[in-house]
């Protein structure tokens, strides 16, 4: 029984890899990057996403957001207040995004002109991680109150990151968080990935966040961490600038 689920399992996710391998062409050739958010439920990142989104509506960026849950607006209500172009993915009880899903989106919604997609997965490490959306950038984020032992506790979520975002920096002190252990545990699942320090109530760590993926966007180079589920190279061009990412 254990090998026929498991035969599945990898059937539908080869499935998901070959969709995921077209749509990422599909986007390179449209000059469109898709940024794929993961996290645990309460980590801060729909406020995170929703101050990164202001800010590059205030620059006169082309960015929209998709924003994914089993059930609700809430959060492309919240998200829509950037001024973005927002749109609500519901998964009818899926706990993550597949590309099919976002291939729909893409196709029918993605609004002109828009060369930056923000995707806020399903609030979930688990799922989330092996499912490619043919990302140019994963970005897992994590909040301090979240203790710092969670890369090790979620190795392929972690371990497939190609950006780590620290959230609710603010509450380092009265969480007792021990910043060094987390980044040393960090390294043991993803080494040499950069570790972004963020509050989304003081406005930190902003602006460096939409800096990395703004250079993704336009040809710079990606991490490639040891976990990637199934990593794909391709060439993306952005204002004639080409490069080989790897996600």
Not at 11 to 34: F, I, P, Q
Not at 83 to 112: F, M, N, Y
Not at 116 to 128: A, I, K, T
Not at 186 to 215: F, K
Request: glycine residues 10%.
């Amino acid at each position: 029984m254990c090998d026929s689920v498991d035969e599945v399992t990898q059937a539908v996710l080869a499935k998901n890899d070959s969709l995921a391998a077209g749509l990422r062409e599909e986007l390179a050739r449209r000059g469109v990057s898709v940024v794929n958010l993961l996290s645990s439920p309460g980590s801060g990142k729909t406020e995170l996403l929703g101050r990164v989104l202001a800010r590059a509506v205030e620059r006169g960026l082309p960015v929209a957001a998709l924003t994914a849950d089993l059930a609700t607006e809430n959060d492309a209500d919240r998200l829509a207040r950037s001024g973005a172009p927002v749109k609500q993915l519901l998964t009818d009880g899926l706990c993550h995004l597949e590309a099919r899903q976002l291939r729909g989106h893409v196709e029918s919604w993605l609004p002109e002109g828009a060369s930056l997609l923000f995707v806020e997965n399903v609030g979930n490490l688990v799922c989330p991680a092996s499912y490619d959306l043919g990302e140019s950038l994963r970005i897992v984020l994590m909040a301090v109150t979240e203790g710092e032992d969670k890369p090790l506790k979620y190795p392929t979520a972690f371990g497939s990151a190609q950006l780590v975002v620290l959230t609710k920096t603010d509450l380092s002190g009265p969480a007792g968080f021990d910043e060094g252990a987390f980044e040393e545990n960090v390294r043991r699942v993803n080494p040499g990935v950069e570790v972004v320090r963020s509050c989304a109530r003081t406005g930190a760590g902003v602006d460096t966040l939409l800096e990395r993926v703004l250079a993704v966007r336009d040809g710079g180079p990606v991490h490639r961490p040891p976990l990637a589920p199934r990593p794909h190279t391709h060439t993306h061009t952005h204002e004639g600038t080409e490069a080989g990412l790897v996600s």
